[in-house]
């Protein structure tokens, strides 16, 4: 009998990628490049010309070296690479045993959860909130609780945050630089944060674990300071993906870095090792670790987020939106003219912009735009958004 | 606080990962090129070099084609592409909606496995087996049972078969060409196997569903007929991995491709789709399911694994061993000249000859070679292999 849960799970429809499927079929109608469609978080710049040149040079090395099988941590020399990166760069002891490479983000965040939650434990996360949480932690058998935003500024509300902690609570997951909100989370919410979960692990007698998911990590735009979660709290596990950097998220290359100063984190990279055996994961390609650990301190060329930004920035606030403005990432998150953002984001598909309500984030009444398409299609649509403005809401 | 199940798999030690640490040590005292190391399953033979070529290809196609997102199903002409071959190769109607690309056959399997069993239902499966299967099972929750071994011919043993099927067994799991006895499953076992699963499925009023674990299907020896499993049974889950067909076990690419005949088979792969986002899963690298899709027909060059396998039996079977000749994979099992097969291995690394006891695959008394060395070093081997018969057992 097949699994009643994966069916179920089939007829839950994506907003996301229904509005994608309509931006997909409206520019079939009328030619893609009039659909203004900020649905999707895809990079859109290419990858630079080094991953090229390093896959061809590692294609092409003496046979047998390149494709074969990678211990399961990750490739030594690798595990190595990406250590001495972040200890340089942190200012943390990362070694070798501190890292276990995985396939992406979400071939980490399988692992970290699995790490430190048993089935009926308590996830935190903070919205708003990548809407795929949901069922990378429901499928694990935790419980993810989502605490309401502070929508003021998209950093975390601490006040409903100390209300939702419990000793049922084994794991804070957080997300910055942010998806959907485009921000940073700053030095003072980081501390706040770590302070409270030294104060509460220390009163539930046991560890509260911070899973830091940090794919947006190389994306933080002039005059930003995007402070190291890990410095802020030992037991930090940290979750990234080269995907957005290095603008190759097919690859699914990725690492968990546990964090030097956690006293069991030899053990838990080891224990990932474990994780992966029942997950089917077994380790990332061979070809793109060795790859990546050549360009760990190498992005592709991702000023036009940062353009991009400035010009929806600008334009949003000038149409009196309320917005926070983004700190990096390749979103923004407005708040919609109407309650109902749901119903704002059906209105704005006349105008063939495709905007995605923020109530798939947690934070129903915002919506979220993903800048990650072509700066001349992002000034272009700046007259269906004025249009739109005009004809809806004056 | 972390979870106890993962550490207290890491006392659990592996039999073949200490023999293979053992022969790396041993090696470094003696020259690893005197160490007859037998104990890994390692491809040993380069890519093909359409492989390279393939890789050199995709990687410097236009900017932003190769590296980007694949869909969770897998990339929709590598879909068609896997879908056609199969069609042609099997005579089974597939189309791409009956395929759903998977990193490796480890992904594979952990996405069959989760489709049709829930916790507490059984998998059975039939000695000698891969190792793996019992860490792979137990972290889904559901129960792997093995069924002895026919010690005769290492086909299956149909009788101790049909005396642990029951209600709960929702799956069986079937390796063929067989790790670790080499041996390819005949058409009559495979007929007698879906007959039986036919009759208890109606019995029971559930189906019963045929996991095919094929990742040695292209190592098939000289005048061996290998049967297509899936012919034989409707409700057959294939896993496939280009692992060892194209030398490639680090870019874990591989597929499922559900029986067409199968009734559930398009909502069967749709729901892989669901439980990929639960393991982190979500797709297999994009570089590889485009380079695999065109090298669908093309093996590397496998032919060193018969000549070693021939250079084995003979000696063998020489020296007094009983031994069912392999008609596949890269390993031969052999059954030792003591009654405990870890006795006998032990006194195997006196003469540095790297052999792995049949406890580990279920079945004690046999022992295991992987002959996926260089033909120059098996037949080094031989005179060590007859010195430690004649020294230990004659």
Do not use: W
């Amino acid at each position: 009998m097949l699994v009643q849960k994966y069916k179920d799970m089939l007829s839950g429809k994506s907003v996301i990628r229904e509005l994608s499927e309509f931006a997909t079929a409206r520019g079939n109608e009328i030619g893609y490049e009039n659909v203004f469609d900020y649905s999707l978080g895809n990079p859109s710049v290419p990858v630079p010309d080094d991953v090229t040149s390093q896959v061809i040079y590692y294609a092409t090395m003496e046979a047998g070296t390149t494709h074969g099988y990678s211990p399961s941590l990750g490739i030594t020399s690798v595990r190595e690479a990406v250590a001495e990166s972040l200890k340089d760069r942190f200012g943390l002891p990362y070694r070798k045993e501190h890292i276990f490479m995985a396939c992406g983000a979400a071939g980490a965040l399988a692992h970290a959860f699995r790490l430190v939650t048993e089935p009926g434990d308590e996830i935190l996360t903070f919205a708003p909130f990548f809407p795929e949480y949901r069922p990378y932690v429901d499928l694990t058998g935790a419980v993810l609780k989502v605490v309401p935003p502070d929508t003021d500024s998209f950093q975390i509300n601490i006040e409903r945050f100390c209300e939702m902690l419990s000793p049922k609570v084994m794991a804070v997951l957080i997300n910055t630089p942010n998806n959907p909100s485009g921000v940073v989370y700053s030095a003072e919410t980081l501390r706040k944060l770590a302070d409270i979960l030294r104060e509460r692990s220390a009163e539930y007698g046991h560890d509260i674990y911070l899973i830091s998911d940090e794919p947006y990590r190389e994306i933080v735009f002039d005059g930003v300071e995007a402070p190291c979660v890990s410095a802020f709290y030992d037991n930090t596990i940290m979750c990234y993906s080269f995907s957005k950097a290095l603008s190759l998220p097919g690859e699914r290359i990725g690492y968990v870095a546990v964090n030097p100063n956690c006293k069991d984190a030899e053990l838990m990279v080891n224990m990932c090792g474990q994780i992966s055996r029942g997950i089917g994961h077994n380790c990332p390609p061979s070809l793109f670790q060795l790859v990546t650990a050549r360009l760990l301190d190498k992005t592709a060329d991702l000023s036009v987020y940062e353009t991009n930004m400035n010009i929806l920035y600008k334009e949003l606030t000038a149409l009196g939106f309320s917005c926070v403005k983004p700190g990096g990432t390749f979103y923004i998150f407005p708040k919609a003219l109407e309650e109902d953002a749901k119903v704002f984001c059906r209105k704005a598909l006349k105008y063939d912009l495709i905007l995605v309500p923020g109530d798939t984030f947690g934070a129903p009444g915002y919506f979220r735009m993903a800048y990650c398409i072509d700066t001349e299609k992002v000034e272009r649509s700046l007259e269906a958004l004025r249009r739109f403005v005009r004809e809806e809401y004056t």
